[in-house]
């Protein structure tokens, strides 16, 4: 059984489409993350999530917008699609909002933006 | 700022050899310490935690230098498999999230 599952796992759009990424995790966590990896390798946080509830709002453009309808999951949504976006979005999960335990990453979905 | 500094390499070693490196952290509060191994076009997978005492397992040895913010790890007897992106990965405690290190690239060489 796959503990952080994401789909899609490639995401080719258009520029100005919007798009949705899914993530869910069978593991009993409570904290759920989202997190960019640009082309330059360097992975940045998005988001967190504890028991649906918004932790973590880093500085991203608001037409990136997270959604957790319970705490198994957390989608991604994200509007008016630009080139910059391009990147690989990898979903994590955490046993609790402190994270001392370490993260479980999802496989990544990669989104290439045309 | 937080931030998590490591060499990028790529760090190209022949197989066997010992290789070590390291990174710095920025955030003299943070309480959890990791490395993390990242395959190419993979995810990120936990390798090991960073303890104060130190801490070893199998091939791998990890080290935190709190006074000086340092971490470190040591790979011996270093396989063709051991190729991959390590990742320092620092905690600051409460819900600040995971702080990563850009990585540094080992190239292990037949």
């Known amino acids: 059984d796959t503990a952080v599952s994401q789909t899609p796992k490639y995401l080719v759009t258009q520029m100005g489409n919007d798009k949705s990424i899914k993530c869910e995790q069978n593991?009993?966590?409570?904290?759920m993350y989202w997190y960019k990896q640009d082309s330059k390798k360097f992975l940045k946080i998005m988001f967190s999530y504890n028991n649906k509830e918004l932790i973590i709002n880093e500085t991203v453009p608001n037409r990136f917008s997270p959604k957790s309808p319970d705490k198994a999951h957390l989608n991604l949504h994200i509007n008016s699609l630009e080139l910059g976006d391009s990147a690989v979005y990898f979903c994590a999960s955490s046993q609790d909002i402190t994270g001392g335990y370490g993260y479980t990453f999802g496989s990544g979905t990669r989104l290439t933006v045309v | 700022r937080k931030e998590v500094e490591q060499d990028p390499g790529p760090f190209n070693v022949p197989e066997g050899a010992t290789v070590a490196f390291n990174c710095t952290y920025s955030?003299?509060?943070?309480?959890?310490f990791f490395w993390y191994r990242q395959d190419c076009r993979k995810e990120p997978k936990l390798l090991m935690s960073v303890y104060s005492s130190g801490n070893e397992d199998g091939r791998f040895t990890a080290q935190l230098n709190r006074a000086s913010q340092y971490i470190s790890l040591l790979i011996r007897d270093s396989k063709l498999s051991d190729s991959a992106t390590y990742l320092c990965v620092v905690h600051g405690g409460g819900a600040d999230g995971l702080t990563f290190g850009k990585g540094t690239h080992l190239i292990i060489q037949p």
């Open positions: 593991l009993g966590h409570d904290t």
């Open positions: 955030n003299s509060a943070s309480q959890s």
